[in-house]
């Protein structure tokens, strides 16, 4: 049971609606609606009562969330008995997405303009040692001035803990973040042998929020955590991140070769 990565379950789920609406010759406009979904979820050695009860071990809370799950105890110099860290895992991921483009054709430009808005919802239980992680050393068996005399797994025996950790969620954390994009490009074709590709992308990442006021930020300016004297508790940032990226290139088109075929 050394280091047990443990066995996990994942869904995926995707919806896509789109219409495209020809206004005239030169023009079109594309909508599209898109929700994608994906779970996953993650177990190792799973004990059949808490596990204060079932090891006997006093102590553990056991009103966190996995409090069921078998504790790492890290002996040194042996292989430890438990899963790795964060094994214990069930996330649940949701992207909404809005998309809009009008396409317009006049003269010699393919011109292109539209809107890209995304709403991005994690919600996520993962605490790397639900029901703690116990260290044993040689600490508490060493004989008094004689070098490398103790056992760490004669600790184990013993109960003689050197150190002890535990990561304690009581409830999902459940982060937003709204992503807006709008851009325009053009198609240029200068001459029959020459086409230049040019366009603005314009991004715009709101202040992320936790649905449920569970997250906070350090404000280095007042020293004081985000939520407190006034701070809005909900917004995990302060301000909106903004990101403007242009782009321009050009295909060059040979004339073909001509070519001459004799027959007789």
Known sequence: MGNVTGLSR???QQYVANETHSFNARTVNEARFGY????????????PGSASETLGIPGI???AAFNSALPVFAIS???QLGQSPSTFSSFSTNVTQVFDMVSRVQGKHAIKAGVDLRWEHLDA???PNPTGNFSFSTLFTNQGGVTNSGSSL????????????IDLQNSTIRPRAHIAEFFVQDDWKVTPRL???AGLRWTLNFPSTEAHNQ???????TQKYQGQDGFPARRASFTTATSVHGWASAIWQPQKPSSARATG
């Open 10 to 12: 994942t869904l995926g």
């Open 36 to 47: 994608t979904r994906r779970a996953l979820g993650g177990a190792g050695v799973v004990l």
């Open 154 to 165: 004669a600790s184990f025996l013993l109960g003689q803990v050197n150190t002890f950790s």
């Open 61 to 63: 809370p056991s009103n």
């Open 195 to 197: 086409t230049v590709n």
């Open 77 to 79: 110099g042996i292989t």
């Open 215 to 221: 997250g906070a930020v350090f404000n280095l300016q």
């Open 125 to 127: 239980v993962q605490p």
